[in-house]
C-alpha cells in the first residue's frame, strides 16, 4: 500500500498530465472557433453560428475547469510540502537540503535542530488540535 507521500507525488503527475491535455485541448478548440467566426462572417449561415456559439461555451467551459485544475495543483503541491499546521514538513526540508548541498557558496547557512517537549503529553491529554496548536505557537 502506498504512503501518503507516494499518492501525493502521484496525484500530482496526474493534475500535471491533465493540466497538460486540457490546454492542448483548448488550443485546438480556440482554432476551431476562430475557424468557424471567420467562416459565419464570410457566409452568414444558421448552422455555422450555432456551431461558433456551441465552440465558444466549450472554451469557456473549459477554460473554467483549466483555471480550477490549476488551484487544486496549487493546493496538492501546498500539502505535499507541509502538515496541517501550515509549517514546512520533511519533505520541504529535505528539498531544502538538496537545494543547499547543490548550491556553490552555503558559508551563510546553519542549521539548528529544535526538539519541543512534553509534545506527546500535550497530544495524549489535550488532544492532537492542541498539539498543532503547541507546534505553531513553538514555529512563531
Do not use: W
Not at 495543483?73 to 496541517?84: E, K
Amino acid at each position: 500500500m502506498p504512503d501518503v507521500k507516494e499518492r501525493i507525488m502521484s496525484n500530482r503527475k496526474y493534475i500535471k498530465s491533465l493540466l497538460l491535455g486540457m490546454s492542448v485541448m483548448m488550443t485546438i478548440l480556440i482554432a476551431i472557433q476562430i475557424y468557424i467566426t471567420v467562416y459565419v462572417l464570410k457566409h452568414n449561415e444558421m448552422l455555422p453560428r450555432i456551431l461558433s456559439c456551441t465552440a465558444l461555451i466549450l472554451d469557456i467551459i473549459i477554460l473554467a475547469v483549466f483555471f480550477v485544475s490549476s488551484r487544486i495543483n496549487a493546493d496538492v503541491d501546498s500539502m505535499a510540502y507541509t502538515d496541517v499546521t501550515g509549517i514546512n514538513n520533511k519533505l520541504a526540508y529535505q528539498n531544502h537540503i538538496n537545494r543547499l548541498n547543490n548550491a556553490d557558496d552555503t558559508f551563510l547557512v546553519g542549521v539548528i535542530m529544535l526538539d519541543l517537549n512534553n509534545l506527546k503529553r500535550v497530544n495524549d491529554t489535550l488532544g492532537h488540535e492542541m498539539g498543532d496548536r503547541y507546534i505553531e505557537s513553538f514555529a512563531s
